[in-house]
């Protein structure tokens, strides 16, 4: 292993000399004297180097003609001293120069700058994460589901792998990709949805799964990708959807105190954002109350089926804000109308069921709900979804057997990750985002 | 939420009143006394209910009834008398009832038993994972997970989630699932290797991920799936695959260790497994050396290619058992023919590689290597195994735009888990196994 100091770490070290390996950002390359300004996983520094070929009494100059040649983006390798220095704008220190090793010469020409457009950008998106920010939002997203998982194991939790790979469609035959199988054919998993619901007759009491779903989704928007990351969790014994909800806000709240303490100060200077973390309760607020409460507050959702709109969202988010201090809100008791048949609809009223949408910051990222468990009732509700009963054999299989009361939800990893910093587009926050025209890099 | 004690907590609660929640295992309807063993997710218990409608006294007796009534596998919820009871054989206590919660019946006729064959147990997954076997199984490899995760996270890697769509081939045409892709197609990944190397260039420094990848095999070996999870790591600034291998015994080092400490009893317990966690540096035996060893043993390898065969596996495994105390060996150095074109050669001869597979208790677990960063060499490099760099353009960007030296590893999570504890398929490690006569359920 190349043995190198963080840039992180340089200012903690004493004066003397180091090595730092990273790319080059900018090459001042001036008369008498050449600076580099190398960045790593951690930050950049300026790297110095006085030339001796020019002056009174010029000699060779080995690594002067080095630096000259050295193009922006090229990974290398330097040791040389390190040296506090206030007047360096650049974290006040600097290391002069050595020996340069360079270990990948970048093309001259850089195919994208800061100011290209984010389609561009995606095509070139190993350049475009080398931007601090971009390896912000991956530290944050990676302290994010760290978190969120210790909270799962110090709970007990399962984590499992459901496949990705079904014989027959998950929710809907809509928006399924299909895959050649051998002599047949398979769909790929829109969500985990039925398999850690099976956790559940299997006896496994609580599990978790952070994993890929697909989507053949042929929408363009700042929210929507074909494959993302879903983050689901279901457990047995609940009372309603009450309690899922409970197990929910504890666990977002471990994930955002995680990345407050250690990425606070830094999302603050790079996004401009102030998060709070959040505190259990978060507000419930019923669907036909918001819908009221929209209403009251002059906007007509234009949706015939009664769910909220992304404008909806946006606006009980804002009254949420405002009158609660909530950057996040349940809506609960959605229509059964417009929920899927394995939501569980309320003992009383089977137009409404136990389930939510989780709101944060303006937009939805997680759904939730107690699963309905009594097989009878189930298929009930599958046929009046128009479902045919005989094509989900094999989940309603799991209800025959025996299986305990059970709920959970699914959450959006790139959509909180977008909304906790600020950003427009999940395309800013995906490794390598996938939508109907994007397939590559 | 149902407050319940979990049976394992048992032992350590004082008598009386407590509520206990799982699954009827059996039902003894005696005459004048009933017993069930309810298991839940930690533990059986039993529970006895005297009659009271018998005798001389005999007095309506309505949980008698239920109790008479209950099939195997019917989750319920019991509040009952804890009583610790030396005389009771399982785990010296019961709980007389007071009442029981039918939450979820069962059909009379369980379809599997503890002697069916896997194929009959995977046909009802579900029911296969209620055994504690089951359950510990996945425990253990959540644990196993955790550690592993933990130590990146210690050691300041950045978690991925890398495309499992992507436009063409991540390694070969061959075994390559084809999905519909809206007017295009797209595959599915093999593996996440061009991907978590993206990282590299991209400045990331050092990665991992856990997630599936997919191969459409044919074959039914024990040891192999179409899905598989796959446990990946790639870092830069590595002076030679030597430096790959340090890492990943230090990680599978954190993740043993972990399993030890929660698990080691239990495993012990239920697979008659004493494993050992491993000490670092684990052997390191070029391959050419394997393959005299093995000679010497008096096995012939059958393998026109020189690679190693399974039987070669668990002999070169059994050998350094017995000479070298551990259940770990690097197998360094493969030939370049046999190895993909992007492992990098050594210097001074580029018959072989800076590469090597890890056997674990006689099988392969895992390939790692440096990685030909230098885009000339690994053009000339792919066109010697036949391929054609124009296919490969957006993957030989990833090394025009400056990369630092990189490496890593890919590991199956199954066979690693499988061969901890001594089973003979990862079809027993697996939520839900995928083959190529197997999407169901």
Known sequence: ?????????????????????????????????????????????????????VGENPVDDPIAAQ?????????????????ADERVKLGGLEVKIGSVDVAGVAFPEPPIADDSSIDK????????LRRPEQNLIARVQTTFEHALRTWWIDNDFIEIHTPKLMASASESRAEL???GYFETKAYLA????????????????????????????PSFTSRHATEFISVDSEFSWIDSHDDVMKVHEQLLIAGLTAVKEKHGEAITAAFGVEFEVPTAPFPRIPLAE???????????????????????ERRISEWVKANHGSDFVFVTDYDSSIRPFYHQRHEGDGSITKSYDLIYNGAEISTGAQREHRVDVLIEQAKEKG???????????????????????????????????????????IYLFRGPNRLEP
Chains 1, 2 share one sequence.
């Not at 004493?14 to 008498?32: F, H, I, N």
């Not at 995606?122 to 350049?127: G, H, I, P, V």
């Not at 850690?196 to 007759?201: F, H, L, S, Y």
């Open 121 to 128: 950008r995606l095509d070139w998106r190993f350049l475009d």
């Open 190 to 217: 829109q969500s985990p949805q039925f398999f850690k619901q099976m956790a559940q007759p299997a006896g496994f009491g609580k599990v978790f799964e952070i994993a890929p779903a697909f989507r053949a989704d």
């Open 67 to 83: 630096i000259s040649a050295l193009t922006h983006g090229t990974f290398l390798s330097v040791e040389g001293e390190l040296k």
């Open 387 to 429: 479902l045919d009963p005989e094509e989900l054999e094999f989940y309603l299989d799991f209800f025959r057997h025996g299986v305990p009361p059970h709920g959970g939800f699914g959450m959006g990893l790139a959509r909180v990750i977008m909304l906790l910093l600020g950003l427009p587009s999940i395309r800013e926050v």
């Open 290 to 312: 918001v819908r009221r409460i929209v209403a009251e507050g002059g906007y007509e959702i234009p949706r015939a089926d009664g769910d909220l709109d992304p404008e909806a």
């Open 1 to 53: 292993m190349t043995e190198r100091t963080l840039v992180q770490k340089l200012a903690s070290t004493p004066d003397g000399p180091v090595r730092v390996a990273g790319w080059v950002e900018t090459v001042r390359d001036q008369k008498k004297v050449q600076f580099i300004v190398l960045r790593d996983e951690t930050g950049a520094v300026q790297l110095v180097h006085p030339r001796t070929d």
């Open 177 to 179: 990709f299909e895959v």
